[in-house]
T-cell receptor, first 112, second 116 residues
Framework: DQQVKQNSPSLSVQEGRISILNCDYT??????FLWYKKYPAEGPTFLISISSIKDKNEDGRFTVFLNKSAKHLSLHIVPSQPGDSAVYFCAARSGGYQKVTFGIGTKLQVIP | NAGVTQTPKFRILKIGQSMTLQCTQDMNHNYMYWYRQDPGMGLKLIYY???????DKGEVPNGYNVSRSTTEDFPLRLELAAPSQTSVYFCASSYPQQGQINYGYTFGSGTRLTVV
């Protein structure tokens, strides 16, 4: 049972354009959503998060949008840079102890 | 500041062998976690700990054991290794700061384990 779904395994975007990574979830009890970025042979690094009581959170070039009614969130990267090429994981938290559920990831390639 | 350190980075085990994956953090984080990532899959929680002496099972605990005798260390033990345990293992830590909930984990760089 995949509670956090990233349906696009890969995405290619030209440098300078917008990258949009999508994520859907099924568990209504999720109260916090996070995005992680992962380079090969490294651990994931925390990128940005959003509480379920908000619909938008922005941090520099990264913006996360949350649509609770659709159980959908997206990560926007503007402008995209070659260094953004990585695997992006969507994650969500429910309950205590900060346990999170991860999606399978979307591989972003930013083409110079 | 080293963050979360995992050793070894790579290991090949024979079926039935045992080993311990080491994880140490120097950020004084209360919470620590072990995840595994299989090819084409998301990270699955194996075990977690909310403090020294306290551990609990995650989503996929079978075949593994953990202990948390100190705040810094959270080793993962594999007993009787099986090919299904071939995976990349990530240790992570976090600390909910008073007055500001922070759900971002700090991950180690991972241990790639192959069981043959």
């Amino acid at each position: 049972d995949q509670q956090v779904k990233q349906n696009s395994p890969s995405l290619s975007v030209q440098e300078g354009r917008i990258s949009i990574l999508n994520c859907d979830y099924t568990n209504s009890m999720f109260d916090y959503f996070l995005w992680y970025k992962k380079y090969p042979a490294e651990g994931p690094t925390f990128l940005i998060s959003i509480s379920s009581i908000k619909d938008k959170n922005e941090d520099g070039r990264f913006t996360v949008f949350l649509n609770k009614s659709a159980k959908h969130l997206s990560l926007h990267i503007v402008p995209s840079q070659p260094g953004d090429s990585a695997v992006y994981f969507c994650a969500a938290r429910s309950g205590g102890y900060q346990k999170v559920t991860f999606g399978i990831g979307t591989k972003l390639q930013v083409i110079p | 500041n080293a963050g979360v350190t995992q050793t070894p980075k790579f290991r090949i085990l024979k079926i039935g062998q045992s080993m311990t994956l080491q994880c140490t953090q120097d950020m004084n984080h209360n919470y620590m976690y072990w995840y595994r990532q299989d090819p084409g899959m998301g990270l699955k929680l194996i075990y977690y700990s909310v403090g020294a002496g306290i551990t609990d099972k995650g989503e996929v605990p079978n075949g593994y054991n953990v202990s948390r005798s100190t705040t810094e260390d959270f080793p993962l033990r594999l007993e009787l290794a099986a090919p299904s345990q071939t995976s990349v293992y990530f240790c992570a830590s976090s600390y909910p700061q008073q007055g500001q909930i922070n759900y971002g984990y700090t991950f180690g760089s991972g241990t790639r384990l192959t069981v043959v």
